[in-house]
């Protein structure tokens, strides 16, 4: 089932299975998120839970015991349940059932918010742990966004413009997509990393030690797309690999994928979040957009 929000700058809508978004228009009608292609890519906006990205041979370990659990969690692939809709505001909710215990044995409520304030578009992200241990995941987004922004231009007419000065520094991943453990320094140009489609030969970049907002953006066009993150220690950044996808992904972390050839043991990984019995985790990040 699909919901609405609006007001006079920002259009938005979501969809109950993952609470993934599949819409965002501005004031003008401008559609700002990738509509999805089967060339390239069939998503939109994941969210991503409980874990990020791949886990060696797709399994972990908690407890002693072992797990199986997909690429990006399950939560993407749910029906989350309509608690809050308003014309400015949604929020919805999953909590785990027999099926969802066998693949992330944890007692939880998980809701996500999506809140409209002017032309910003606020995602929180709340997990209750309603169990009686401590439970550990991962969390984060993975909204897609048209490259070129207008009609008009070409993918390598953008740049990622970081909000302040930094150097990041890019988590080296193997050849399938997985944590080696080495890090390098990713140098910016002039702040920014310039947009080409060979960036993703490689699969996704993604960076630590960066600025917490980071904007799409284009000398050709006054138009932008603006994402900031506080609370997430990585940014992801991709497109289909070795293609001309128009498009990008601009992904907020809160963790990292699985090491080279470990089966993570969840107590054990460091990056992962951690919440107590009956403790409340909440994460807030933004989509703003429009016209310079």
């Not at 109950?16 to 004031?27: A, F, K, P, Y």
């Not at 960066?210 to 497109?239: E, F, N």
């Amino acid at each position: 089932m699909r919901l609405c929000i609006q007001n006079a700058k920002l259009s938005v809508i979501a969809d109950t299975l993952g609470g993934e978004l599949q819409s965002l228009r501005d004031g003008d009608g401008r559609e700002y998120l990738w509509q999805g292609d089967a060339r390239y890519w069939t998503g939109k906006a994941p969210n991503l839970f409980p874990y990020i990205a791949r886990l060696t041979d797709g399994k972990y370990r908690y407890g002693g015991r072992e797990y199986t659990m997909g690429i990006h969690g399950f939560i993407c692939a749910s029906e989350l349940k309509p608690v809050l809709v308003q014309s400015e505001r949604m929020v919805l909710q999953f909590i785990p059932d027999d099926k969802t215990k066998e693949i992330y044995p944890f007692d939880f409520v998980y809701e996500i918010e999506y809140r409209l304030q002017d032309n910003e578009l606020d995602i929180i992200y709340r997990i209750r742990n309603t169990g009686d241990r401590r439970m550990y995941f991962g969390i984060g987004g993975h909204p897609g966004f048209q490259v070129p922004l207008d009609e008009d231009g070409a993918f390598e007419d953008y740049e990622l413009k970081f909000e302040r000065a930094c150097s990041p520094e890019q988590i080296i991943f193997s050849e399938d997509c997985f944590v080696t453990g080495a890090v390098k320094s990713f140098p910016l140009e002039e702040n920014g990393i310039r947009l080409r489609h060979g960036l993703f030969d490689h699969d996704a970049i993604v960076l630590k030690h960066m600025a917490d907002a980071v904007t799409l953006t284009s000398g050709q066009s006054g138009r932008y797309v603006k994402i900031r993150y506080p609370q997430m220690k990585y940014l992801g950044i991709w497109h289909t690999p070795r293609s001309e996808a128009p498009y990008v992904c601009i992904e907020p972390w809160s963790s990292l994928p699985s090491r080279q050839g470990i089966i993570e043991d969840l107590e054990k990984q460091e990056d992962l979040v951690s919440v107590e019995e009956n403790g409340v985790y909440c994460n807030q990040w933004s989509i703003s957009c429009g016209r310079k």
